[in-house]
């Protein structure tokens, strides 16, 4: 079935980049997304990128994409704090919904 | 400009008791509305998804159920509750156009002792 696997735990310093690993098994999703929890809130979309992109970039973040291998990353420039909380990679399946993975807790040490 | 609402936003009920969260959406028309469980360790689980009025589907078998009985209404229930069914509900909305953006509310911290 389809399936969505990503680290469930990431810890950086203030100010170095993070690097946000996942892998997905349908190969005809046509978009691919991040969200973004903070504790005790909803989700909310930090970025998605379409199926027939390599590489998306949006301020500090950058989302590549390499659809052989099925592994979507997201990379924070310059990482803050604020940017502490639990990021999803989510594909949008063959069924019509939303796959998440576990979610993957970054952590920022100052 | 729309928004989500979600109630209560904690709730601690006792095993065997009854359950009703409710889920509003307003400022879009017709959405797509879901329902997600967030259990710990178990990342985010959909429970019901809905297209329209009296439309659910249901992805997992459990002793929850959904409704729809207005358009921007979505609500999730159960007659007895498990301990099991405790964890972190969050309503969802899309247009079903674009690129599928989901929309989430707040959330809705259910305890089950």
């Known amino acids: 079935g389809e399936d969505v696997e990503q680290s469930l735990f990431l810890s950086v310093r203030e100010g170095d980049s993070s690097v946000i690993n996942c892998t997905y098994t349908?190969?005809?999703?046509?978009?691919l997304y991040w969200y973004k929890q903070e504790p005790g809130a909803g989700l909310q979309l930090l970025t998605y990128i379409f199926s027939n992109m390599d590489m998306k970039q949006d301020q500090r973040l950058t989302v590549l994409l390499n659809k052989k291998d099925k592994h979507l990353s997201l990379r924070i420039a310059d990482t803050q704090t604020g940017d502490s909380a639990i990021y999803f990679c989510?594909?949008?399946?063959?069924?019509?919904?939303?796959?998440f993975g576990k979610g993957t807790k970054l952590s920022v040490k100052p | 400009s729309q928004t989500i609402h979600q109630w209560p936003a904690t709730l601690v009920q006792p095993v065997g008791s009854p359950l009703s969260l409710e889920c509003t959406v307003e400022?879009?028309?017709?959405?797509?509305l879901y329902w997600y469980r967030q259990a710990a360790g178990r990342g985010l689980q959909l429970l019901f998804y809905?297209?329209?009025?009296?439309?659910i589907s249901s992805e997992v078998p459990q002793n929850l159920s959904a409704s729809r009985p207005q358009d921007r209404q979505f609500i999730l229930s159960s007659k007895k509750l498990l301990l099991s069914d405790s964890g972190f509900y969050l309503c969802?909305?899309?247009?079903?156009?674009?690129?599928?953006?989901?929309?989430f509310g707040p959330g809705t911290r259910l305890t089950v002792l």
């Open positions: 400022g879009t028309s017709n959405p797509n």
């Open positions: 809905s297209v329209g009025i009296g439309q």
């Open positions: 349908d190969s005809s999703s046509t978009y």
């Open positions: 969802a909305w899309e247009t079903g156009a674009g690129y599928n953006e989901q929309f």
């Open positions: 989510a594909e949008w399946g063959s069924q019509g919904n939303l796959i």
